[in-house]
T-cell receptor, first 113, second 116 residues
Framework: QQQVKQSPQSLIVQKGGISIINCAYENTAFDYFPWYQQFPGKGPALLIAIRPDVSEKKEGRFTISFNKSAKQFSLHIMDSQPGDSATYFCAATHTGTASKLTFGTGTRLQVTL | NAGVMQNPRHLVRRRGQEARLRCSPMKGHSHVYWYRQLPEEGLKFMVYLQKENIIDESGMPKERFSAEFPKEGPSILRIQQVVRGDSAAYFC??????????????FGPGTRLTVL
C-alpha cells in the first residue's frame, strides 16, 4: 500500500503558537520524507526533508520529528506567523532510484493575529 | 531564474479539444515528473520521464493522456479529447541525476487547465 495519511485537514493557530501536522505511512520501503508548502495559485515549495536514520531535523522555525517504529512523522512550526498561512503537504518516496512522491492530502494552516 | 518553468500558466479548452502542457526542468536536471492536483486535493503522481524515456507511467490514465521528454526541448504532457473531469492543476517537478539529490524534487508553478 502506497498511502500517506495526513492530519489534521485544517488548522488554526494564533500568532506565536506552535503548529503541528502529522503524517503516517504504510510502505516500509519509504525512506525519504519531504514536506512541501503551497500558497494559493502557486506550486509546492520544498520546505524540509528527513531520512529515517535520524529522529529529528530542524531548520529555523521548522522541525520534523520522525518515529520509524510507528511509521509516523510530523512537522512542527515554532513561533507561527501569519506568513506561514498556507497548505502543507507531507510526502514519501523510496530512495536509491529516482521515484515518484506519494503525497498526503494536505493541511490548510491559518495563523491568526 | 533557473527554476522549473511551465507554460501556459492557464489553459482553457472546450470538451473534445486537445491540451498540451509544457515543462522545462531546472538547469542541470534530467528527471521530470508530472503530478495532477484536483481542487481541494493533494497531488497525484502521473508519470516520470528522463530524456527520451518514460520510466514510470503508473499514474497516467490509460486513454487520452501521453507524455514525452525529447532529447531537445521541454517535456510535454498531452491530453486528447479533454473532458470536464480533466480540469485540474498540473504540476511538473524535476530532480538532479546526482545520487545525493536524486529524490529532491522541485516543482514548477503549474498549469491550471479548465475544460468548458
Amino acid at each position: 500500500q502506497q498511502q500517506v495519511k495526513q492530519s489534521p485537514q485544517s488548522l488554526i493557530v494564533q500568532k506565536g503558537g506552535i503548529s503541528i501536522i502529522n503524517c503516517a505511512y504504510e510502505n516500509t520501503a519509504f525512506d525519504y520524507f519531504p514536506w512541501y508548502q503551497q500558497f494559493p495559485g502557486k506550486g509546492p515549495a520544498l520546505l524540509i526533508a528527513i531520512r529515517p536514520d535520524v529522529s529529528e531535523k530542524k531548520e529555523g522555525r521548522f522541525t520534523i520529528s520522525f518515529n520509524k517504529s510507528a511509521k509516523q512523522f510530523s512537522l512542527h512550526i515554532m513561533d507561527s506567523q501569519p506568513g506561514d498561512s498556507a497548505t502543507y503537504f507531507c510526502a514519501a518516496t523510496h530512495t536509491g532510484t529516482a521515484s515518484k512522491l506519494t503525497f498526503g492530502t494536505g493541511t490548510r494552516l491559518q495563523v491568526t493575529l | 531564474n533557473a527554476g522549473v518553468m511551465q507554460n501556459p500558466r492557464h489553459l482553457v479548452r472546450r470538451r473534445g479539444q486537445e491540451a498540451r502542457l509544457r515543462c522545462s526542468p531546472m538547469k542541470g536536471h534530467s528527471h521530470v515528473y508530472w503530478y495532477r492536483q484536483l481542487p481541494e486535493e493533494g497531488l497525484k503522481f502521473m508519470v516520470y520521464l528522463q530524456k527520451e524515456n518514460i520510466i514510470d507511467e503508473s499514474g497516467m490514465p490509460k486513454e487520452r493522456f501521453s507524455a514525452e521528454f525529447p532529447k531537445e526541448g521541454p517535456s510535454i504532457l498531452r491530453i486528447q479529447q479533454v473532458v470536464r473531469g480533466d480540469s485540474a492543476a498540473y504540476f511538473c517537478a524535476s530532480s538532479s541525476k546526482d545520487r545525493e539529490f536524486l529524490n529532491t524534487q522541485y516543482f514548477g508553478p503549474g498549469t491550471r487547465l479548465t475544460v468548458l
